[in-house]
Nanobody
């Protein structure tokens, strides 16, 4: 089992920045691909960004490319999402996720999820 806990959400004005963090505990000796997803009320959870175990590859949703950066520190068991130039449409609950690393990054079946952190961007 892997436990994931997000932090760093909050209220920010459009054009501002936030940095989300996700701390992992439990069976973290296994290698995992990790990702950020987000969800707004009434909508399905959507992919934001993903990163391989070695950080050799990252994927981003088109809507956040050039504004968001995913990174990880395996020694500290941490995952990060630096969000710049935030827009009101980025408002959502953001979740971190972990999944087995043997798959292509775009095909990872994420089976561990955090509880989420709220990000609100005002116009």
């Amino acid at each position: 089992q892997v436990r994931l806990v997000e932090s760093g959400g909050g209220l920010v004005q459009a054009g501002g920045s936030l940095r989300l963090s996700c701390a992992a505990s439990g069976r973290t000796y296994s290698t995992y691909a990790k990702a950020w997803f987000r969800q707004t009320p009434g909508k399905e959870r959507e992919f934001v960004a993903a990163i391989t175990w070695t950080s050799a590859e990252m994927n981003y949703a088109d809507s956040v490319k050039g504004r968001f950066t995913i990174s990880r520190d395996n020694d500290k068991e941490m995952l990060y999402l630096q969000m710049n130039n935030l827009k009101p449409e980025d408002t959502a609950v953001y979740y971190c996720a972990a999944g087995p690393t043997k798959f292509r990054l775009s095909d990872v079946p994420y089976n561990y999820w955090g509880q989420g952190t709220q990000v609100t961007v005002s116009s």
